[in-house]
């Protein structure tokens, strides 16, 4: 099958610590292709004092992937997006565009630390909710307070948040841990969206196309196209290259 989306992928080179160089984002490109992935966002991260690439840096790398792939991988459609560390000024930033949303769309993909406190996730999603974002949580299967209480993602749910868990997580790939509580927000149909969070084509490399195979068998492939197809383009609607 193809048309999946991989909404969470460091493939720009050289801006954080995903891809070193243009030829590894572009062998991570066709692992993506050949999984049957035909829509990306580049989401390399901005956390300060860590990863502080000027937008100007960030435009000019996707440019160039995107030309690329463009010569290599028809029907590919790359976009630029970010994930954003939380911070207290992430509203401010966002607004001003000092940092990529994802694509054209009004959504932000926010990660945050494993030992985060709940009220700190509340009250950073709704901020971005009253500010007009649509906040994506990323990774939430590394979120202790998540972890923890399924009510309080089903909360976060009811305020407008969107959840993302990596292909790998599901995978098992990040211990049993991960991948039981994956299995419980699945259940719960609690996975809005999957990303392959990859870094590289050796280490993690994107894992979108095993983890829809692994779904289709546990589920069937109306769950696959729903979290990998129908979630992705219902809520970046209107996104373009």
Not at 182 to 192: M, Q, T
Not at 201 to 206: G, I, M, N, S, Y
């Amino acid at each position: 099958m193809t048309g999946y989306w991989d909404v969470h992928c460091h493939l720009l080179p050289g801006v954080d610590d995903g891809a070193d160089s243009l030829a590894e984002s572009m062998r991570m490109l066709r692992m993506e292709y050949a999984d049957g992935v035909r829509h990306m966002i580049a989401t390399p991260h901005y956390r300060a004092g860590m990863f502080e690439t000027p937008l100007e840096k960030l435009e000019a790398q996707y440019d160039a992937v995107c030309r690329e792939a463009r010569r290599e991988l028809p029907g590919l459609m790359i976009y630029l997006g970010c994930e954003f560390y939380a911070n207290m000024d992430m509203v401010e930033m966002l607004a001003a565009r000092k940092r990529p949303l994802m694509g054209n769309s009004r959504a932000v993909l926010a990660e945050f630390s494993g030992n985060t406190p709940a009220e700190f996730i509340r009250e950073r999603t709704a901020a971005l909710r009253a500010a007009g974002f649509t906040p994506i949580l990323a990774h939430v299967e590394r979120y202790a307070c998540l972890r923890e209480n399924l009510t309080l993602v089903r909360e976060l749910v009811g305020m407008g948040a969107y959840i993302q868990v990596n292909a790998g997580s599901i995978l098992g790939e990040h211990g049993r841990r991960c991948r039981k509580f994956c299995s419980r927000l699945r259940k719960e149909n609690l996975i809005h969206l999957v990303g392959s969070d990859a870094h590289g084509d050796q280490v993690r490399p994107p894992r979108i196309g095993a983890c829809a195979a692994y779904l289709k068998k546990k589920c069937g492939s109306e769950y696959v196209n729903q979290i990998f197809c129908a979630n992705p383009e219902r809520i970046f609607a209107g996104i373009s290259e």
